[in-house]
């Protein structure tokens, strides 16, 4: 199995189904990259660059979205 | 009038308004709308893995208002200015309201963490909005870093308590070079309005408006108030007198002396 850290909860996904890219990732959680910034492994990376993003076993991802606030 | 001039961009409204705890999206967004608003301020989260398509922001139009990304919930300069980075990257904006507020239960800011933050993000080109508790010095030592503003705050987030902190206010506003936001405890449209007649430039409010019966109503009672206390405070308010003085001549009655 292969494993990446998103937002703090490990998830595992078989070899053949581990995601290769922020957008794969994305798309299988079912998130909406229109308003979301990602960190993977604490580098920052804008949505225009999710489809080249490559993730690999291990990575640390944080998905972080613009909510209200005062 | 006069207009607000933020890092050299013109504003016709001097209430900013914050988009959180609001009922649903739309009712935000006419209350946005009836607040006449052009600056409105917002947080970052985490993504909700659970429900991922939440997206309480869709309704805003970011043609018609300056998104302004928060660094809420960051409790050291370090995540303040990660939480910066990320806003920027998030919205392709440079501009950040800067909140560094450690302690839970007052949430009020950590002067030092601010001003280090501050600091950073100043040299990283970002403009920066630091909210600050009411302290003169403070908002001169981030003022000579190079804010944009200083947003000192009137009583605690959320609290609408008004203006607890109406001497040190002044002070700042006295001294200040950079506009005056008073941000944070202003519940009522009299505390907005009394804020803008001390002569701070503008006012942020967020609970007061979105936690009210009608959100809407209330956006324009604000609004109303903080263009009445600003148009006030450009009338020149005459002093207050410890005596009565009569508005007619004491001379000329109807009796015989």
């Known amino acids: 199995m292969k494993s990446l850290k998103v937002n703090g909860v490990e998830r595992q996904f078989a070899p053949d189904e581990m995601p290769g890219t922020l957008s794969a990732l994305l798309s299988v959680l079912g998130v909406g990259p229109a308003t979301v910034v990602a960190e993977v492994d604490g580098r920052i990376v804008r949505r225009e660059e999710f489809d080249r993003t490559q993730i690999s076993d291990g990575q640390q991802i944080e998905l972080i979205k613009l909510m209200g606030g005062g | 009038?006069?207009?607000?001039?933020?890092?050299?961009?013109?504003?016709?409204?001097?209430?900013?308004?914050?988009?959180?705890?609001?009922?649903?999206?739309?009712?935000?967004?006419?209350?946005?709308?009836?607040?006449?608003?052009?600056?409105?301020?917002?947080?970052?989260?985490?993504?909700?893995?659970?429900?991922?398509?939440?997206?309480?922001?869709?309704?805003?139009?970011?043609?018609?208002?300056?998104?302004?990304?928060?660094?809420?919930?960051?409790?050291?300069?370090?995540?303040?200015v990660r939480l910066s980075r990320l806003a920027r990257a998030a919205t392709g904006i440079n501009w950040v309201k800067l909140e560094v507020t450690p302690d839970p239960y007052y949430l009020l800011p950590c002067p030092i963490e601010t001003l280090k933050a501050a600091e950073v993000l100043v040299k990283e080109g970002f403009v920066v909005l630091p909210y600050i508790?009411?302290?003169?010095?403070?908002?001169?030592?981030?003022?000579?870093?190079?804010?944009?503003?200083?947003?000192?705050?009137?009583?605690?987030?959320?609290?609408?308590?008004?203006?607890?902190?109406?001497?040190?206010?002044?002070?700042?506003?006295?001294?200040?070079?950079?506009?005056?936001?008073?941000?944070?405890?202003?519940?009522?449209?009299?505390?907005?309005?009394?804020?803008?007649?001390i002569g701070a430039d503008a006012v942020l409010v967020n609970t007061a408006i979105a936690a009210a019966s009608d959100p809407v109503e209330m956006a324009l009672a604000f609004k109303l108030a903080v263009e009445a206390g600003r148009r006030a405070y450009e009338a020149g308010p005459r002093d207050p007198l410890r005596k009565a003085e009569a508005s007619s001549p004491l001379t000329g009655f109807l009796r015989d002396e």
């Not at chain 2, 008004?162 to 001294?175: F, N, P």
């Open chain 2, 1 to 80: 009038m006069e207009k607000l001039i933020i890092a050299g961009r013109a504003f016709d409204s001097r209430l900013l308004v914050g988009t959180g705890k609001f009922a649903s999206p739309k009712v935000m967004a006419r209350a946005l709308s009836a607040s006449g608003c052009e600056i409105v301020t917002v947080a970052l989260r985490r993504v909700d893995i659970d429900n991922p398509t939440d997206d309480t922001l869709r309704e805003i139009d970011r043609d018609r208002f300056l998104l302004l990304p928060n660094t809420s919930g960051a409790r050291s300069a370090e995540e303040a």
């Open chain 2, 133 to 197: 508790n009411a302290d003169p010095i403070l908002a001169k030592r981030l003022q000579d870093v190079g804010t944009a503003t200083v947003m000192p705050l009137g009583s605690p987030i959320g609290s609408n308590q008004g203006l607890k902190t109406r001497a040190a206010l002044e002070i700042i506003v006295e001294q200040s070079n950079v506009p005056v936001v008073v941000d944070a405890g202003l519940g009522l449209p009299s505390h907005a309005a009394e804020a803008m007649e």
